[in-house]
């Protein structure tokens, strides 16, 4: 999918601020500093849409970025950084909590893990979770580029194996800096949004 348009339309952090439009939506999940800020922009072919840093933890809010006037990608902030408050950790826990269990425009949820390690135990907590809510759910696992191509079938076992992933969810091994995998991950986003290609 081409993109063309694109916005940041509100950094939510209360379900009241959320867009009324109704377009679907698709949400981005996965540890702090797991990319994906990359894989957005990616995606949408800009360098800096949606922010990226070295400094984990750095999304705090639900940013709400619209697509075509037709879709929403929303970066959800990223779990498992120490240096976060407890506050904070539980502040960041129940805004995504509130918005993946409420959110009736929500059609699924990209999760993403490090391919160049095994999931942690957040990202399994994460994935259970998204699976206890019957949230149809995309594994990517980002920064492949830096993983041997000899070892992308472990790599892809041992992503499948930990988070016990189950038969109707997919897994796509992506890379921000060589694009692959991205075309991929756009099929999934447009099926699962029930959008069509915009030229």
């Not at 929403?72 to 995504?96: L, Q, W």
């Not at 095994?118 to 980002?142: A, C, N, R, W």
């Amino acid at each position: 999918m081409k993109i063309h348009n694109v916005d940041l339309t509100i950094s939510a952090v209360s379900a009241k601020q959320y867009p009324d439009t109704g377009f679907p939506e698709i949400a981005f999940v996965g540890r702090s500093n797991v990319g994906k800020s990359s894989l957005i922009n990616r995606l949408i072919d800009r360098k800096a849409m949606a922010r990226t840093s070295s400094v984990p933890g750095k999304t705090q809010t639900l940013n709400f970025y619209i697509l075509e006037d037709m879709l929403y990608f929303v970066d959800v902030p990223g779990y498992g950084f120490a240096k976060v408050s407890k506050a904070d950790r539980a502040k960041f826990a129940a805004m995504i909590e509130e918005y993946l269990t409420t959110r009736k425009q929500l059609h699924g949820a990209v999760l993403l893990v490090d391919a160049r390690h095994e999931p942690s135990e957040d990202d399994v907590s994460m994935y259970q979770y998204l699976k206890y809510f019957h949230i149809k759910t995309l594994v990517v696992g980002t920064k492949v580029d830096k993983t041997s191509r000899a070892k992308r079938n472990q790599v892809i076992r041992t992503i499948k194996q930990t988070l016990d992933l189950n038969q109707t969810d997919d897994l796509i091994l992506f890379s921000a800096e060589t694009g692959e995998g991205k075309p991929q991950v756009w099929k999934w986003l447009e099926q699962t949004a029930g959008i069509e290609e915009a030229d």
